[in-house]
């Protein structure tokens, strides 16, 4: 139990200490935990261009305000959808530059091989990806044959390819919850509209 003298030390030291002062300090100290930016909220723009896709208008607009229950939802399935989008590009985008490093830092397909099964490419789209940004043949094969491996890599890189993997996962799993809920409100939209079906 704390007794009265160390509560008043407490108080005393926590006076002390109560972080940046100014407007920028305050700013900076706001951004420590900010590495990537893939838990933030996505891009308007992607949000907008995903919404148009959803509600098939190319002049719609999303609106945060809306109280109807289908463009809640669409909303939040395109807010997901672009969510996995920069997710997955994110992904994507570390490992191409990993293999972008590699084959500067190692010139023949063998070192390139070496130093790419250091990297996790269990993930089938990236892979995928990969193949489609190489026009040397031989660099076509190496990627085949590597995405049938399971290579070990060095912590670091297995670490950053788990996080982007883990922050891609949620993202697929929220657009999911959402694809069910947008399915959800167009069926009953249609129920109690059926002349809307008819087309």
């Given at each position: 139990m704390t007794t009265r003298k160390q509560a008043a030390a407490n108080k005393a030291n926590a006076q002390k200490s109560s972080g940046p002062k100014s407007a920028a300090g305050k700013a900076k100290a706001a951004q420590n935990a900010v590495t990537h930016g893939l838990t933030g909220q996505p891009d308007w723009t992607q949000v907008t261009r995903f919404y148009r896709i959803i509600v098939?208008?190319?002049?719609?607009?999303?609106?945060?305000?809306?109280?109807?229950?289908?463009?809640?939802?669409?909303?939040?399935?395109?807010?997901?959808?672009?969510?996995?989008?920069?997710?997955?590009?994110?992904?994507?985008?570390?490992?191409?530059?990993?293999?972008?490093?590699?084959?500067?830092?190692?010139?023949?397909?063998?070192?390139?091989?070496?130093?790419?099964?250091?990297?996790?490419?269990?993930?089938?789209?990236?892979?995928?990806?990969?193949?489609?940004?190489?026009?040397?043949?031989?660099?076509?094969e190496t990627l085949k044959i590597l995405k049938k491996a399971a290579p070990n890599r060095p912590a670091a890189r297995r670490l950053k390819l788990k996080h982007l993997a883990r922050y891609r996962r949620e993202a697929?799993?929220?657009?999911?919850?959402?694809?069910?809920?947008?399915?959800?409100?167009?069926?009953?939209?249609?129920?109690?509209?059926?002349?809307?079906?008819?087309?």
């Open positions: 098939e208008d190319a002049d719609a607009w999303p609106d945060a305000s809306a109280t109807d229950a289908q463009t809640r939802a669409a909303l939040a399935l395109a807010e997901a959808q672009a969510s996995l989008h920069r997710a997955a590009q994110a992904e994507r985008e570390y490992i191409f530059d990993e293999s972008v490093r590699t084959l500067r830092k190692k010139g023949t397909v063998q070192e390139f091989v070496e130093v790419m099964a250091e990297l996790d490419l269990d993930d089938v789209d990236t892979i995928n990806f990969l193949l489609t940004r190489k026009t040397d043949p031989e660099m076509i697929d799993a929220r657009r999911r919850k959402a694809l069910r809920i947008w399915i959800s409100e167009e069926y009953q939209k249609n129920e109690t509209n059926p002349i809307s079906t008819i087309g």
